[in-house]
């Protein structure tokens, strides 16, 4: 399965927009990109997904260029309760496939202050 | 709403038990997985299955097995606890046919061993 790469940390203050990338040289034709936020205490919480172009829901939006070898996770006007850690995660869909090496790698853990 | 429950938020085990985790959910999914969390690792799946009585290996099976005698329930087996094996663990479940998307994780079990 494709590696993913993200910044290890970010800080925003409310009502900012945050944007945080992830690196997937090596995605595959039939990989997904998928994001989950995970809160302190918790398991993570599935939050948008996407295959190319831009994909948007209540939550956030999903850029994703043409060669999909990246893609930004974009939170508009975030609050406090935004603090958590992103996990971008690559893999593909379909029965029972790819669930070998399905690894969230170590997140991005964003702060956002007053 | 999907809900994945673990049998112990927080749980203490010396060295050489027998650990069992367990894992249910009431939405008829048929994928489950275990995944453990470590700092600066991220989540590393453990194992997964695909139906009742199947099972399939994930990226760090060593030291752990599992059971799924029903299709609700979901068990890690640590036949013989080690220090190493202290972690956060999460389990999760999902519909078919989504291929690795879409998870839904239960809050966690913190084991420490002694």
């Known amino acids: 399965l494709a590696k993913t790469t993200q910044p290890i940390s970010m800080d925003s203050y409310e009502g900012q927009e945050v944007n945080i990338t992830c690196s997937h040289n090596n995605i595959a034709t039939n990989d997904y990109i998928t994001w989950y936020q995970q809160f302190p205490s918790q398991g993570p919480r599935f939050i948008i997904q996407g295959y190319k172009t831009?994909?948007?829901?209540?939550?956030?939006?999903?850029?994703?260029?043409?060669?999909?070898?990246?893609?930004?996770l974009s939170l508009p006007r975030v609050s406090l309760s935004d603090t958590a850690v992103y996990y971008c995660l690559v893999a593909p869909r379909g029965m029972n496939t790819g669930f070998q090496k399905l690894v969230f790698g170590t997140g991005t853990r964003l702060l956002v202050s007053p | 709403?999907?809900?994945?429950?673990?049998?112990?938020?927080?749980?203490?085990?010396?060295?050489?038990?027998?650990v069992f985790l367990e894992c249910v959910q009431d939405m008829d999914h048929e994928n489950m997985f275990w995944y453990r969390q470590d700092p600066g690792l991220g989540l590393?799946?453990?194992?997964?299955?695909?139906?009742?009585?199947?099972?399939?290996?994930?990226?760090?099976?060593?030291?752990?097995?599992?059971?799924?005698?029903?299709?609700?329930?979901?068990?890690?087996?640590?036949?013989?606890?080690?220090?190493?094996?202290?972690?956060?663990?999460?389990?999760?479940?999902?519909?078919?046919?989504?291929?690795?998307?879409?998870?839904?994780?239960?809050?966690g079990t913190r084991l420490t061993v002694l």
């Open chain 2, 1 to 18: 709403d999907v809900k994945v429950t673990q049998s112990s938020r927080y749980l203490v085990k010396r060295t050489g038990e027998k």
């Open chain 1, 54 to 72: 831009k994909v948007t829901n209540e939550v956030a939006s999903l850029f994703i260029p043409a060669d999909r070898k990246s893609s930004t």
């Open chain 2, 44 to 107: 590393r799946l453990i194992y997964f299955s695909y139906d009742v009585k199947m099972k399939e290996k994930g990226d760090i099976p060593e030291g752990y097995s599992v059971s799924r005698e029903k299709k609700e329930r979901f068990s890690l087996i640590l036949e013989s606890a080690s220090t190493n094996q202290t972690s956060m663990y999460l389990c999760a479940s999902s519909f078919p046919g989504q291929g690795a998307d879409e998870q839904f994780f239960g809050p």
